[in-house]
């Protein structure tokens, strides 16, 4: 039963990951460009390198020799994974799935060209002519990613023609990898942002969670609530759209799928094979198993009957304000005065501007109201203070 898993990416998703993993009997080794990264503390091994340095990264396949290869972050030399599989080594999701959504150019042309699912209008630029003609043809306002970031790294919106240089130069800035191309994609005006966290099963159907709801700043996530009431028809069509473009990726595990609500139905916008930050908010026990006991029990093929949506839950981000090594976190304790309250601390070993140290989490009844539980969330992360020494 014990599988020898390597993990790639030790923040705070994969920390928990290691630990759902670890509750299952699990032998996890912990990967990440820095050393004393989250997950690397609840890991049994860790190495510390440049996964984009592919020769690195193939060491340690060498080296450990694992059942599964689970990436967790987006800056890693993805098409080794192709080889890999070659070799006979299992990647979660695949191979595939773990190189085209690493992409935003691969995942969006997926799912708008091959699979026709609704998304908002897009181009592709890799200089700033291109970037401009783009941004002429899309039209003003309109969205600028890197074809690689995480954590809203990069993200901003054109308002108004003096922003596009402005706008050009942040998402190369904010760029992960040596990919150095945006996508510049038509503003969506959305009354909404939701994550559906979708289970895809070995021997067992795709299954889904209730919809979470979150409030993005900065291009990063600020607050995230599940459920998220939506229309019957909406959730229908966003769970058709997420087991098309995940059956179309193939393979086994969590899958965070994006989606913008609009008075016109929902629009497809990006997702992740793995666990999503938005989800952080099932560690509020809301739901019978949150998204890394769900990661899991798919990587390892064991069953998962149902999905139950037991409770209403919220979550808000703990936030660091300065560049730092050297700090301390104080307020757990009048934190957790707050009936039905959790704080998660993620054990960062540095600091700076706006990086996620840990997370704020409440639940009450389905009955309650959710923006009492988002204000709630609030509250209690603001109990949470970060001294710089």
């Known amino acids: 039963m014990q599988k020898k898993i390597v993990l790639l990416g030790s923040g705070e998703l994969g920390k928990e990951l290691v630990i759902a993993l670890q509750r299952l009997g699990q032998y996890v080794i912990a990967v990440d460009s820095y050393a004393n990264a989250p997950a690397m503390q609840v890991a049994h091994e860790f190495e510390v390198i440049n996964m984009l340095d592919g020769n690195a990264l193939d060491a340690v396949i060498k080296k450990h020799q694992p059942h599964y290869i689970v990436p967790e972050i987006e800056a890693i030399r993805t098409e080794r994974f192709y080889d890999y599989e070659q070799q006979g080594y299992t990647v979660v999701p695949s191979a595939k799935a773990a190189n085209f959504t690493m992409n935003r150019k691969a995942i969006r042309d997926l799912a708008a060209k091959e699979l026709g699912v609704k998304t908002a209008p897009y181009r592709y630029a890799t200089n700033l002519e291109a970037f401009k003609e783009a941004v002429a043809q899309i039209g003003i306002p309109c969205v600028v990613k890197p074809l690689m970031s995480s954590s809203g790294k990069g993200q901003s919106v054109i308002k108004k023609e003096d922003d596009i240089l402005t706008s050009w130069q942040y998402a190369l800035e904010g760029s992960r990898g040596d990919l150095q191309e945006v996508i510049v994609e038509g503003f969506v005006n959305f009354y909404a942002e939701i994550t559906l966290l979708t289970v895809t099963q070995k021997n067992g159907p795709t299954l889904f969670c209730a919809p979470i709801g979150h409030r993005q700043e900065k291009g990063d996530y600020r607050e995230s609530w599940q459920p998220c009431i939506m229309q019957e028809q909406d959730i229908i069509s966003a769970q058709h759209m997420a087991a098309k473009v995940t059956e179309a990726l193939g393979g086994y595990g969590i899958w965070g799928v994006e989606f913008f609500l609009t008075d016109e139905g929902v629009y497809f916008s990006e997702l992740s094979p793995r666990p999503h930050d938005t989800g952080m908010v099932t560690l509020a026990g809301a739901q019978n198993f949150n998204e890394f006991e769900l990661h899991a029990r798919a990587i390892l093929g064991l069953p998962i009957p149902q999905i139950i949506q037991e409770k209403a839950a919220a979550s808000a981000v703990i936030l660091a304000s300065e560049t730092s090594t050297d700090f301390d976190i104080k307020g757990v ?57």
């Open 333 to 389: 304790e009048n934190a957790l005065l707050h009936p039905r309250s959790d704080v998660k601390l993620f054990g960062k070993p540095s600091t700076r501007p706006y990086r996620r140290m840990g997370v704020a989490l409440t639940y009450d009844t389905l009955e309650t109201p959710i923006d009492s539980l988002v204000e709630k969330a609030k509250a209690i992360a603001k109990e949470i203070t970060i001294n710089y020494h």
